[in-house]
Every structure is written in C-alpha cells, then in structure tokens.
C-alpha cells in the first residue's frame, strides 16, 4: 500500500490503499497542493484516504465535519493527545469529531489543499 507521509505519521494514499480498507465510510482527498495560492503540476497529488467515518457533513460549503467511528483512528489523523484539535477553532475536541475547512474551493487538511474530495462507501458495512 503507498502512503502519505505527514508530520509523525504515515496514512494511506487515496486511490493506492482502497483495496485495503476496512469496510465502512471514507473520505478520499485528491489533487492536492502545498498552499491554496500554487497551481499544481498536472493534476496535483492524491492526499489520504480518512476514516472510517461514521459521517461527513458540510456547513455552507465552508468547513466538512467528520466523526470517526473509533476515536484511536481519529487519533491517527490528527494526533493530539487527550483529544482532537479543531483545525478551525483550534479549540480541543474530546471526541471523535473534527472539522476541516473549506478555504475557497479547496480542502485543508494538515496544511495542504486539495481540489476534489469523495464520500465514499467501501466493502460491505452496516
């Protein structure tokens, strides 16, 4: 499986690990860039793959919640200990919600920025 290597972790690269994911809800980030103002090469860079997710919610196409549905995988996307950081507030979350932005038309996730993400379903989950 190829990854995304982030500060203190690996995660598993969108459209590289899909074939081993555990079954349930996934968030897929693609053509990413390193700031919201570079124009990528190509198509840019494929992001994580984030989850499982027990739901994604967008709020007025300015940030998507996420909650996990085990807050130890929470914890591997955004490491922090005795919770999870609100990356817009920056308020500590003692769950297994979280918030990214929207800036423009781009998705912030650990500092990068990407173009497209996906909401996906992957295996058989109830």
Known sequence: MRTVRLPGRLLPRYNDALTELE???YLGLSHGRDAVDTTPDDWGFNGPVVGPLDFVHTTYAAELKL???DERM???????????TNVSTG????SAATTLR??????VF?????GDWTVF???RFA
């Open 23 to 25: 079954p349930g809800l």
């Open 67 to 69: 909650r996990f549905v």
């Open 74 to 84: 929470a914890a591997r996307f955004f490491p922090a200990t005795g919770g999870i």
């Open 91 to 94: 308020e500590r979350v003692p």
């Open 102 to 107: 929207i800036a423009g038309d781009l998705l």
């Open 110 to 114: 650990d500092g990068r920025h990407f």
């Open 121 to 123: 379903a992957h295996g």
